[in-house]
């Protein structure tokens, strides 16, 4: 049983950065790959970001590529999403999920969810 919480999302300046972070809870956490997944209002669940179980392996959504960078580090059990040069287009919230060993797009995959971070970016 794996146990998600997101945090650091807000209200930033397009052009400017954020952090989000995700803690887990569970003792396997280093064979769970984690992903950043978001959704705004109306429209569906979007993969974002993931990494796999080893921090091995990166991928990104082609919107973000450039912009996002995903990492965890495994002795705090955490992921983070390091959020830059960010537009309107990015406001949403802001998932973590996890699943097991190497992440894939598609939400439907994963067996883990956090409740979500709102991230606001004004223009």
């Known amino acids: 049983q794996v146990r998600l919480v997101e945090s650091g999302g807000g209200l930033v300046q397009a052009g400017g950065s954020l952090r989000l972070s995700c803690a887990a809870t569970g003792r396997t956490f280093n064979t769970y790959a984690m992903a950043w997944f978001r959704q705004a209002p109306g429209k569906e669940r979007t993969f974002v970001a993931g990494v796999s179980a080893r921090a091995g392996s990166t991928n990104y959504a082609d919107s973000v590529k450039d912009r996002f960078t995903i990492s965890r580090d495994i002795a705090k059990n955490t992921v983070y999403l390091q959020m830059t040069s960010l537009k309107p287009d990015d406001a949403a919230v802001y998932y973590c999920?996890?699943?097991?060993?190497?992440?894939?797009?598609?939400?439907?995959?994963?067996?883990?969810w956090g409740r979500g971070t709102q991230v606001t970016v004004s223009s």
């Open positions: 999920a996890a699943r097991a060993f190497f992440p894939v797009t598609d939400a439907q995959g994963y067996d883990y």
